[in-house]
């Protein structure tokens, strides 16, 4: 999903409107945050969710964002969109905190996944929905296995819609260093997804 495509820019403010949002909640207006924060907070709390895989810790990060946006609005100053400076301070603090909690989380979907395994359509022809169903939660329990790097790298630009320039601003690094990533997690998930034939036939023991 590109970025301008999601349900999420249905509510997210034209550029103009925003940016007058941002001045008035830099000089203090409540209710000029109140807007930026409704019209942000399911983006930002879906990206959370992405990068950490756990619906609580997705809903304690999005929590400590805003309370940084309302701590740091002041230092905003233009140089980049609104929205990769908010994404920035998502994935400071999605990835300090998965450094701090090395425990894994798992959802409730790749839970499901692991345990059941893939659901097969018994009889008549093949089941699309129930297709897009499985590799929707194949690749969300692939992603669940990718380091936190490697996860972020493919969920802002395979997902987001980011380009290379955005992401290496927003996680300080080359652009050179965010392509080496992206292309590493796309050869880690397709291995997750489709391993070697070998391995899919080895008998059990």
Not at 160 to 171: K, N
Request: overall charge positive.
């Amino acid at each position: 999903m590109r970025r301008g495509k999601s349900s999420e820019s249905a509510c997210t403010p034209a550029p103009v409107i925003l940016a007058d949002l941002v001045a008035r909640a830099q000089r203090g207006e409540e209710v000029a945050f109140a807007a930026i924060f409704e019209s942000h907070k399911r983006r930002v709390y879906s990206l959370c969710l992405r990068i950490t895989r756990s619906r609580e810790d997705a809903e304690d990060i999005t929590q400590e964002v805003f309370l940084k946006v309302f701590r740091k609005i002041s230092t905003f100053r233009g140089d980049s969109a609104f929205s990769t400076w908010l994404c920035r301070l998502v994935i400071n603090e999605a990835l300090m905190h998965l450094r701090k909690n090395r425990v894994e989380h798992v959802s409730l979907t790749d839970s499901e996944g692991r345990q059941e395994g893939p659901a097969r359509a018994e009889f008549g022809r093949e089941d699309l929905q129930l297709s897009g169903t499985i590799d929707r939660i194949n690749l969300n329990a692939a992603l669940g296995k990718l380091s936190p790097g490697f996860r972020t790298a493919f969920v802002l630009h395979d997902v987001e819609g980011y380009e290379h320039g955005e992401i290496g601003r927003m996680m300080k690094r080359s652009v050179g260093n965010s392509k080496s990533q992206l292309h590493k997690a796309r050869r880690k998930l397709r291995e997750l997804l489709h391993p070697p034939f070998e391995a899919q036939s080895a008998p059990a023991h």
